[in-house]
């Protein structure tokens, strides 16, 4: 099963991608945390997406493939979940071509949907963990007691500036990949307003079809 969540910032891909890993045991690829990780380790390749990232702006498209293709290979082109990877009509092009040449298409692409202000109001309350790049949510879901503190920081982008940026980017540049999708005829589209569990119902629902498809 190979799934894409895709969606505006903030709305809720990488809690809906775990979810779905704790119901399917799908592995989740976010190029988010795969590019957030290089940063922290100060890599070639973090240095020059940097300033991309903490601007709320998209990493150029071939540096994002790169890291994309390298994970889904990782994954033998099985059994995962694709968060915030393709957000470009030409890195769309890219995955189905990747994936066609593999001869394993993705079954669904699943956008969740929501109003901005839902948007600020998400972000502006997330935490991280520093490492494990969980997500929290400083009122719906706080980081547990027994978690270091020290380990709990605000991600750079989700500052109210760089947040209305990747609000503008996501309109300009990602938004169109829905059409690109709807075209190829994978595209599903879930409401992301409401709890986390209401809304992981409504993906579980729609992604149970194609587990019993690759059971059959
Ligand atoms: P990325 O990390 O992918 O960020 P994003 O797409 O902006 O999305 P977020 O991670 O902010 O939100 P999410 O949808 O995962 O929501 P979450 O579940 O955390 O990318 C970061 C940057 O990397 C990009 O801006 C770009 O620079 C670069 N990049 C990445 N991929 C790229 C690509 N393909 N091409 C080019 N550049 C790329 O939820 C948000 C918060 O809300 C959390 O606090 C959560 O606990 C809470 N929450 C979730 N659901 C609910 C709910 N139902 N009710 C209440 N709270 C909820
Ligand atoms: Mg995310």
């Known amino acids: 099963m190979r799934i894409a969540l895709f969606g505006p910032p903030g709305a809720g891909k990488g809690t809906q991608a775990k979810i779905l890993n704790e119901h399917f045991g799908l592995d989740t690829i976010s190029t988010g945390n795969l590019i957030r990780t290089a940063i922290r380790e100060g890599s070639d390749l973090g240095d ?5 990232v903490h601007m709320g702006n998209l ?6 493939r790169d890291l994309a293709n390298e994970s889904i290979a990782k994954h033998k082109f099985d059994r995962f979940i694709l968060d915030g990877y393709p957000r470009t009509v030409t890195q769309a092009h890219w995955v189905q071509e990747f994936l066609a040449a593999y001869k394993a298409p993705l079954d669904a692409v699943i956008s969740l949907s929501l109003p901005d202000s839902v948007i600020v109001d998400r972000l502006s309350k997330r935490r ?6 969980e997500s929290y949510h400083l009122e719906y879901h706080p980081p547990p007691a027994d978690v270091d503190p020290t380990m709990i920081i605000r991600r750079k982008d989700d500052a109210p500036e760089a947040v209305r940026s990747r609000i503008e980017t996501y309109r300009e540049q990602t938004h169109p990949v829905e059409e690109f999708f709807r075209r190829e005829g994978i595209l599903i589209e879930v409401s992301g307003v ?3 569990q209401d809304i992981g119902n ?7 079809q194609f587990a019993e498809l690759a059971i059959a």
Not at 128 to 133: D, E, M, P, S
Not at 202 to 208: F, G, T, W, Y
Request: proline fraction near 4%; include cysteine; charge should be positive.
């Open 202 to 208: 409504r993906v579980l629902k729609q992604v149970e």
């Open 48 to 52: 020059r997406v940097k300033s991309f």
């Open 194 to 196: 409401g709890s986390v």
């Open 59 to 64: 990493v150029p498209d071939e540096l994002v």
């Open 128 to 133: 991280i963990h520093k490492l494990t790049c």
